[in-house]
């Protein structure tokens, strides 16, 4: 898989990358059927399977229950893999509590380093809740990131967006930003737009739907082939899924190839 650049200064990501949700939560989810976390052994084989394809970016957050510790316990020592992760949501005792001021912001930056065992965060994104529009005006929660940025604490910085109104406003004012798009909801496509045109990052969350759509390949080949996506993420916990959504990406991009 040829790697792709995250806007003009981000890192170099593999078009499909790795969703960690069900590594490391149950409560309080989407998908279609009740699952149980994997093992450590099987965490283990399905990041070695991801790699061998070429995935190089994992994205994780501190609300995805104990996934975080789990990569950093995994592959946070394998130069490999690069990561993105959230600030701005905790998810405990099976409910989201959002805080966004820049103490709590500094704070998960911190305990991120520590479980990604990473000197530098490579992405990290505003988890943002239903007023996302007021947290990117109000500017802090953004300013804190940057200011972050500055020390050299992380690479890239982004939100991670519900609506166009606030998708766009984060391409004004960061390096990517993470939205929704599947066959069933195209909505964010303004927001792709705008970043290629600024040359932002893009990573693509929720592709299959959160597990609801089952045309695997038309699914993910469209994605990874909508001008201005970077890479498209995707969350599974099974091995042959992983090799299957592999594949579906593989095709899709060789069909342009020739062109
Ligand atoms: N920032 C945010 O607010 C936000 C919100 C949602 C998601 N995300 C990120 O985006 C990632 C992807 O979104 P998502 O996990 O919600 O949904 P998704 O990637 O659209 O779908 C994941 C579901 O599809 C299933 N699946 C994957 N490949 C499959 C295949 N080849 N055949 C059949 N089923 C398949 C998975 O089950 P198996 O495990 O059985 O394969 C899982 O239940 C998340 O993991 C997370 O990292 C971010």
Redesign the pocket.
């Known amino acids: 898989m040829e790697l792709r650049s995250l806007g003009s200064n981000g890192p170099m990501v593999s078009p499909l990358s790795l969703?960690?949700?069900?590594f490391g939560r149950r409560e309080g989810?989407?998908?279609?059927t009740d699952?149980a976390l994997p093992s450590d052994g099987q965490l283990a084989e399905l990041l070695a399977l991801a790699k061998d394809t070429g995935i190089n970016l994992v994205?994780?957050?501190p609300a995805?229950g104990t996934a975080e510790a789990r990569i950093g316990d995994l592959i946070g020592n394998d130069d490999h893999w690069r990561f993105a992760t959230?600030v701005g949501e905790e998810f405990v005792d099976g409910r989201s509590y959002y805080d966004f001021s820049p103490k709590a912001i500094r704070t998960s930056v911190e305990r991120s380093r520590q479980r990604l065992r990473r000197d530098i965060l490579d992405i990290v994104?505003l988890?943002l809740s239903d007023d996302e529009t007021a947290i990117l005006n109000e500017g802090a929660a953004m300013a804190t990131l940057m200011e972050l940025q500055e020390k050299g604490l992380i690479g890239s910085v982004g939100a991670?967006t519900k609506t166009v109104f606030a998708g766009l406003l984060a391409v004004s004012q960061c390096d990517l930003v993470?939205v929704t798009l599947?066959p069933a909801d195209q909505s964010q496509l303004p927001v792709i737009a705008a970043a290629r045109t600024s040359r932002k990052g893009i990573l693509i969350?929720?592709?299959?739907?959160?597990?609801h759509?089952?045309d695997?390949g038309a699914a993910l080949g469209a994605s990874v082939l909508q001008p201005g996506v970077t890479s498209v993420?995707?969350?599974?916990?099974?091995k042959d899924?992983?090799a299957?959504?592999c594949t579906a990406v593989g095709q899709a991009l060789a069909s342009i190839d020739g062109r």
């Open positions: 969703g960690s949700t069900k989810v989407k998908y279609p699952f994205d994780t957050a995805y959230k994104l988890h991670s993470m599947n969350k929720k592709p299959l739907d959160s597990g759509h089952s695997i993420v995707i969350g599974t916990i099974d899924h992983l299957q959504n």
